[in-house]
T-cell receptor
Framework: QQPVQSPQAVILREGEDAVINCSSS?????VHWYRQKHGEAPVFLMI?????EQKGHDKISASFNEKKQQSSLYLTASQLSYSGTYFC???????????FGKGTRLSVIA | GAVVSQHPSWVICKSGTSVKIECRSL??????MFWYRQFPKQSLMLMAT?????????EQGVEKDKFLINHASLTLSTLTVTSAHPEDSSFYIC????????????FGPGTRLTVT
C-alpha cells in the first residue's frame, strides 16, 4: 500500500527550510528517501530503519517514528540544487519491495 | 560501490515489436531485482519483483505475458516488453537489493521507451 506524502508541492526561496512528511497505514521496517531530477532516475538520500532513528547529511536530515509509522525529511537552508521531486519509499517487514509515495515537488528559487 | 546499470538508456520502437531492457548490478550480487515504471509527473510504480533463478512476482494489474522478466544470474535481470503499444511508452527503472536482510535498493539510470 502506497505511503502518503505531504505536501504535494512546495516552493522555497534559497536559504529557507522545508519539511516533507511520509506516513503509512502499514507497519514499517524501513523508510527510504530519494530525490529525482527531471528525466533522471531517483538518487538515494538515506534509509531509516525501525527502532526509531534520525539521520542527517549536510543540511538534509530525516526522522522515523516507527510507532506512528511516519517519517519526515528536513531540508534546512535550502539551495537551488535541492530542487526536484522527493519520494519516500517504505518497506514492510518480510523483505517486501520498496513502495513509493506520490512524491513532493520541491522548487527552490533565488 | 553498489552501481546498477541499464541498457539501453532510451529506445524508440514501432507498435507491435518487442523490446528488451537489461539491468545489471556491476559490483555486487543482487539476490533480488525490482522493475518499476514511471509515467510523466507520476510516482514510480512497482511492476514486478524478481529473484535469481525463480519466476518473477508481478504486481496486480501488470500483465506477466506482456512484460517478461528473466533473472538469469545474480547480476543480470531483463525486462522484455512484448508487442509494445504506445501506452507502454514510459520510463522503466530497475533496482537491485544487496541481500535478503539488507533493505537498501540501488536504482539504475532508467530506460525511456517510446512506442510509435
Amino acid at each position: 500500500q502506497q505511503p502518503v506524502q505531504s505536501p504535494q508541492a512546495v516552493i522555497l526561496r534559497e536559504g529557507e527550510d522545508a519539511v516533507i512528511n511520509c506516513s503509512s497505514s502499514k507497519a514499517l521496517y524501513s523508510v527510504h528517501w530519494y530525490r529525482q531530477k527531471h528525466g533522471e532516475a531517483p538518487v538515494f538520500l538515506m534509509i531509516l530503519l525501525k527502532g526509531g532513528e534520525q539521520k542527517g547529511h549536510d543540511k538534509i536530515s530525516a526522522s522515523f517514528n516507527e510507532k506512528k509509522q511516519q517519517s519526515s525529511l528536513y531540508l534546512t537552508a535550502s539551495q537551488l540544487s535541492y530542487s526536484g521531486t522527493y519520494f519516500c519509499g517504505t518497506v514492510s517487514p518480510g523483505n517486501t519491495p520498496l513502495v513509493f509515495g506520490k512524491g513532493t515537488r520541491l522548487s527552490v528559487i533565488a | 560501490g553498489a552501481v546498477v546499470s541499464q541498457h539501453p538508456s532510451w529506445v524508440i520502437c514501432k507498435s507491435g515489436t518487442s523490446v528488451k531492457i537489461e539491468c545489471r548490478s556491476l559490483d555486487f550480487q543482487a539476490t533480488t531485482m525490482f522493475w518499476y515504471r514511471q509515467f510523466p509527473k507520476q510516482s514510480l510504480m512497482l511492476m514486478a519483483t524478481s529473484n535469481e533463478g525463480s519466476k518473477a512476482t508481478y504486481e496486480q494489474g501488470v500483465e506477466k505475458d506482456k512484460f517478461l522478466i528473466n533473472h538469469a544470474s545474480l547480476t543480470l535481470s531483463t525486462l522484455t516488453v512484448t508487442s509494445a503499444h504506445p501506452e507502454d511508452s514510459s520510463f522503466y527503472i530497475c533496482s537491485a537489493r544487496l541481500g535478503v536482510n539488507l533493505y537498501e535498493q540501488y536504482f539504475g539510470p532508467g530506460t525511456r521507451l517510446t512506442v510509435t
